[in-house]
């Protein structure tokens, strides 16, 4: 069984508690929280063949460093990370950053709206999505109760602007909003994909198997979001719904190598 796990935040040494902690207190300390650094994610993961991992940009001015970071990690152990940069939408040299996320070698970009604080629907996030589109995809942090950045009503209007830009969705679409968004996202899009990150301790089996049946089991990718949750363990609750075996090859690996098409790179270089 090969694993892909398509949600993983990582961070350097020295601020890794830190910043795991920070985020875990942003989600009112769900779970147990680890401590952030690649080595962990190694250790923790038992069973999982590779990690997309990515990090968040918090100001602009920290976007290079974290996607020199992200690079280097991913380069030093290339057949287990799969790196995705960060950007952030109010960025004086986007196309810069852009420009330079591309030449470390990173596959697609990671934006967190309800942290960095910029609807999905906005201008400057709109932006973005145009030097993006057919280029970069993007892994969006979707959904919170809390507050109104990222929630469908403000991904609609970005997925029906862009239609060609790839848009993963994680949370099944909307942290904490999960059957909204499944009502106003599912179907839809042929640019929208979902992953069920930080999504599982909040509902029973039969409910994830109606949010991954409303998607298609062809449009959901696994994802564990540590260091929030333990990605072994969240495995395990993956392999608990006893979904159809082909299913579950599509949502644990053959899903993202389609999408990210790492399995034809590999090929190529043989």
């Known amino acids: 069984m090969r694993v892909f796990d398509a949600h993983c935040h990582?961070?350097?040494?020295k601020i890794a508690q830190k910043a795991?902690?920070?985020t875990a207190a942003f989600y009112d300390n769900l779970g147990k929280t680890y401590d952030g650094t690649v080595q962990t994610l190694f250790a923790e993961g038992e069973g999982i063949e590779r990690f997309l991992v990515q990090s968040v940009?918090?100001?602009p001015e920290q976007v290079r460093h974290i996607n020199e970071f992200i690079a280097a990690e991913a380069a030093q152990f290339p057949k287990r990370l799969y790196g995705f940069g960060a950007l952030h939408p109010e960025s004086e040299t986007l196309t810069e950053d852009i420009a330079h996320l591309r030449e470390l070698g990173l596959h697609g970009v990671?934006?967190?709206?309800?942290?960095?604080?910029f609807r999905l629907d906005s201008k400057?996030?709109?932006?973005?999505?145009?030097q993006c589109e057919g280029v970069l995809p993007l892994l969006l942090h979707t959904g919170d109760r809390r507050y109104s950045f990222s929630n469908p009503e403000q991904l609609l209007p970005l997925l029906r602007r862009f239609p060609k830009l790839t848009v993963i969705a994680a949370h099944f679409g909307g942290y904490s909003v999960w059957d909204e968004a499944a009502r106003q996202l599912a179907g839809?899009?042929?640019?929208?994909?979902?992953?069920c990150s930080s999504s599982f301790f909040a509902m029973d089996?039969?409910?994830?198997k109606e949010l991954i049946a409303a998607y298609g089991a062809e449009r959901v990718l696994f994802g564990t979001d540590y260091p929030m949750w333990n990605p072994a363990q969240e495995l395990k609750r993956f392999l608990d719904l006893h979904l159809p075996q082909r299913d579950e090859e599509n949502i644990?690996?053959?899903n993202a190598a389609r999408l990210f098409g790492f399995d034809a790179e590999e090929n190529a270089k043989c």
């Open 10 to 13: 990582i961070y350097p040494a």
């Open 20 to 22: 795991a902690a920070a």
């Open 57 to 59: 940009a918090t100001k």
């Open 110 to 117: 990671k934006l967190h709206p309800d942290i960095q604080r």
């Open 124 to 130: 400057a996030c709109f932006a973005l999505c145009e």
């Open 188 to 195: 839809r899009f042929e640019n929208l994909w979902v992953d």
């Open 205 to 208: 089996d039969g409910h994830a």
């Open 252 to 254: 644990l690996y053959d």
